[in-house]
């Protein structure tokens, strides 16, 4: 799965409808889920091991920061994980989407239903 610089699993929201399902402070969805801004005066994001640089971009929002995406899908730590490793967020429904993580080629981590529904 794609982390962050801490390690921390990232998701993003995505829905039927929408790749990018907005998650923002107006709707209280960043307080769960906080978004990732570059530093100010960093103008992309690093690739870490394993990532593949070239899925890696920026979106800059109607908030005027600019965002890391990972294959165009915005990212997202989830305050219910606690520490790396943790993958606690994975398949939530809320803020009108179901929350995902990526795995390195870039698509979204889904349950497997071939084994029972208890592996990823």
Same mark, same amino acid.
């Given at each position: 799965m ?7 699993t ?8 929408q790749?990018?399902?907005?998650c923002t402070d107006a709707?209280g ?5 906080p978004?990732l801004?570059?530093?100010? @005066? *960093?103008?992309a %994001?690093?690739?870490?091991m !394993? ?10 929002? &109607?908030?005027?920061?600019?965002y ?10 989830y305050t219910g ?5 943790q993958a606690?967020?994975?398949?939530l429904k809320?803020?009108? @989407? *179901?929350w995902? %993580?990526?795995?390195a080629? !870039?698509?979204l981590?889904?349950?497997?239903s071939?084994?029972?529904g &208890?592996?990823?």
């Amino acid at each position: 799965m794609v982390v962050d610089a801490k390690g921390r699993t990232v998701y993003t929201l995505t829905s039927a409808a929408q790749k990018n399902v907005p998650c923002t402070d107006a709707n209280g969805c960043t307080a769960v889920w906080p978004d990732l801004p570059l530093p100010n @005066g *960093t103008s992309a %994001a690093n690739a870490g091991m !394993g990532l593949n640089a070239s899925l890696l971009g920026t979106m800059k929002l &109607s908030d005027g920061e600019t965002y890391p995406t990972y294959n165009g899908y915005l990212v997202y730590e989830y305050t219910g994980d606690t520490g790396s490793g943790q993958a606690n967020g994975e398949e939530l429904k809320s803020f009108g @989407g *179901t929350w995902y %993580a990526l795995n390195a080629s !870039g698509t979204l981590v889904k349950r497997s239903s071939s084994n029972g529904g &208890s592996g990823y």
